[in-house]
């Protein structure tokens, strides 16, 4: 297993994202998520050569989905509106160019569907589940094609279910399984996200092992969205379950974090998880 960290976490903290490098060097982080967003070539030139002086690796782009900033709500794969299916489209190729180009491994996209067009079912209450699956296989053409997009660029494409208050459409392991035997592209795979898994799974360690021959990249946050450690999820079993199914690839964490207390986060959550790991993982 390697470990990343959102870079998106440390937008609030440092004024420049080539700050977070030399803390998350010293503090053992393998690599970085890069902030799926779009960058000048001397920003990204001065960013590529800061990784390659503390020796990072960028382990993929981080899709910007949803409620996270003005632009990002307007990314709605699932619209009924064939423009802004188009926006959403153009900009998932454009990150997975961008991680092309960092060299790094992996690119997720999550499902929204317009905001006024369609029912807001944050309860799972008003459309049935067959209803809201019916909708998000629509869009399997389309991840079809993004998925041979990415194939060509040596990226992998990565579902990654939300939780209801998020996006009410693919929510689970085994909604993102359902789409991904539906894609059926070997550039197409899942990432799990356990502050999201704590709301919608049964059992985060039962959706882990089903989602094994798919899974691709895991992000890990603490219920409140903090660093693991600081809530009360049970990261042993999340561990096991990756033990179990030999899991390798990258795990990034993805906490909010404040710029008072953010050292201390970062450090204590990679420890706690390291700690656990070596009492979880066979040898
Ligand atoms: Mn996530």
Request: proline letters at 3%.
């Amino acid at each position: 297993m390697k470990y990343s960290i959102t870079l998106s976490s440390f937008k609030e903290i440092f004024e420049s994202l080539t700050n977070a490098l030399p803390v998350l060097k010293q503090l053992n982080y393998d690599a970085v998520e890069f902030i799926g967003e779009d960058y000048s070539a001397k920003d990204l030139d001065e960013f590529i050569e800061a990784l390659a002086s503390y020796d990072l690796k960028i382990s993929g782009v981080t899709g910007m989905w949803g409620n996270v900033n003005s632009i990002a709500v307007n990314r709605r794969l699932l619209s009924a509106d064939t423009d802004t299916v188009e926006i959403a489209r153009r900009y998932v190729i454009r990150c997975i160019e961008l991680c092309r180009l960092l060299d790094g491994e992996e690119f997720n996209l999550c499902l929204f569907t317009d905001p006024y067009a369609s029912v807001p079912d944050f309860s799972h209450r008003i459309l049935s589940h067959e209803q809201k699956l019916k909708l998000v296989r629509k869009s399997v053409p389309l991840l079809r094609d993004l998925s041979n997009c990415a194939k060509d660029n040596g990226v992998l494409l990565l579902l990654e279910p939300l939780n209801r208050y998020a996006t009410p459409y693919c929510c689970t392991a085994a909604d993102a399984l359902h789409v991904c035997e539906a894609v059926d592209n070997p550039n197409f795979g899942i990432l799990l996200d356990t502050f999201h898994m704590n709301i919608e799974e049964d059992s985060l360690s039962h959706s882990i092992e089903s989602a094994s021959d798919f899974l691709l990249h895991m992000h890990f946050a603490d219920n409140n969205r903090k660093m693991p450690g600081s809530g009360h999820l049970d990261f042993r079993s999340i561990l096991k379950a990756l033990s179990k199914i030999d899991y390798q690839r990258y795990v990034s964490f993805e906490p909010n974090l404040e710029r008072i207390s953010y050292l201390e986060s970062l450090k204590g959550g990679i420890s706690y998880i390291k700690r656990l790991k070596s009492t979880c993982f066979r040898a």
